[in-house]
Structure formats: structure tokens, C-alpha cells
């Protein structure tokens, strides 16, 4: 890496530690890209969340919870 990378890089780290700026997980920044695209599917969608294993887990925590009152526990993305 060249100084001046590590520079920008140096930067960056004090910024976000300084003004505590989240980054955004990287499946989020997908699933952004994927629902934008008008030629996306609800497939597409799955497959992004169901290759991080703690968004899949907290989503099918949240639909198989007494709130949606599903009949059938949902087991899979």
C-alpha cells in the first residue's frame, strides 16, 4: 500500500472513531443494490440475506415471532 493510501486510510479510521459514524454492513449495501434494480427477484433477495447467517437468523426469528401469527414456522430464506 502506498503512503499515501495508508494516509487516506489513517484518516478515515480517526473520522469514523472520532464522530462514531456506523459503517454499513456489506449485505446491506447488496440487498440496496439488488431492490433498486427493476429487474431484481425475490430471489435475488434470499440469496443475499441467506449468505449472512445473522440477518437470515433475525429475520426468520422476527417472522416465525406470535406478532405475524403464522399457522406454519418458516425454516428457510
Do not use: F, H, W
Not at 489513517?10 to 434494480?37: A, M
Not at 429475520?59 to 418458516?74: D, E
Amino acid at each position: 500500500m502506498s503512503s499515501g493510501n495508508e494516509q487516506a486510510c489513517s484518516i478515515v479510521s480517526l473520522v469514523n472513531e472520532t464522530i462514531g459514524v456506523p459503517t454499513l454492513p456489506e449485505v446491506l449495501v447488496k440487498l440496496n443494490r439488488i431492490i433498486v434494480n427493476p429487474k431484481s427477484s425475490a430471489s435475488d433477495v434470499a440469496k443475499v440475506i441467506a449468505a449472512d447467517p445473522a440477518v437470515a437468523t433475525n429475520i426468520l426469528r422476527t417472522v416465525n415471532s406470535a406478532y405475524y401469527g403464522l399457522q406454519v414456522r418458516v425454516s428457510s430464506i
